[in-house]
């Protein structure tokens, strides 16, 4: 049976759909279009009460039953565990050092990286000093990141794992954020190589057409920033 991807074409949602192709398991995509409150509906919030994409049911879950889950990085954990995948070590120094770099994605890439692009790019408003405190942020993370790659092939260690998942979809179109990768050679190589694999190229292409061509309108800026996204539910 297939697991149901409910997910738009983000960074967090192609963290799933890269994993889900690189297990090869059976999936059906449910498009959630977040411009358009999408994530406001019922049969959505009853999966995730935080009305954020992306979550998953699994009609197979522990003890086979329907089981729903959301939070990206929760969500590459269980596939992992459910799968026995080795993109989540057993060995346990390798498992936390695996987890200690998922936790960084989540607490620190991708809330910055997120802020940079708001303020750069979709507020209404240009906030100098805001532009400047993530613009900052997002190359001190990639100087991190930089230096990790310099020690080690992957994030985790010598092997490909979920904290790499995790994090190539807010590194790849690094553009968006003012950032050039080649001042970053070790991102740059961790990068390439990510890019390159079959399963990663499938994942970023789920829903490729359904991304928003041009400008923030004010009506999606008002669903996704502004009193809509804050009203009680």
């Known amino acids: ?3 149901q991807v409910w997910t738009w074409p983000t ?10 192709e690189e297990l090869g398991l059976p999936y059906e995509v449910i498009p959630v279009n977040i411009g358009a409150g999408e994530q406001f509906r019922p049969e959505f919030l009853a999966i995730t009460p935080n009305h954020r994409i992306p979550a998953i049911v699994d009609p197979a879950g522990p003890e086979g039953r329907p089981f729903s889950l959301f939070e990206s990085g929760a969500i590459l954990v269980y596939l992992a565990e459910k799968t026995g995948s080795p993109l989540l070590p057993k060995a346990p120094e390798a498992r936390y050092r695996c987890l200690q770099w998922l936790m960084f994605q989540m607490g620190g890439v991708g809330p910055m990286f997120g802020q940079y692009n708001h303020f750069a790019n979709y507020a209404k408003e240009r906030i100098p000093y805001a532009i400047e405190r993530y613009r900052n942020e997002v190359a ?81 800026r008002e669903v996704l920033f502004g009193g809509i996204q804050f009203a009680p539910r």
């Not at 490909?160 to 003012?178: C, E, K, L």
């Open 140 to 220: 001190r993370l990639h100087r991190v990141l930089d230096k990790r790659l310099s020690e080690s092939e992957y994030l985790a260690g010598p092997d490909y794992s979920i904290a790499d998942i995790a994090t190539f979809p807010w590194v790849r179109n690094p553009q968006r954020r003012g950032i050039d990768l080649a001042q970053y050679p070790a991102v740059k190589r961790w990068h390439d190589a990510i890019a390159a694999r079959p399963a990663v190229q499938r994942g970023v292409q789920v829903l490729a057409d359904r991304q928003r061509q041009g400008p923030i309108s004010d009506a999606e």
């Open 1 to 3: 049976m297939a697991i």
């Open 11 to 20: 960074p967090n949602g192609h963290k799933v759909h890269i994993m889900l």
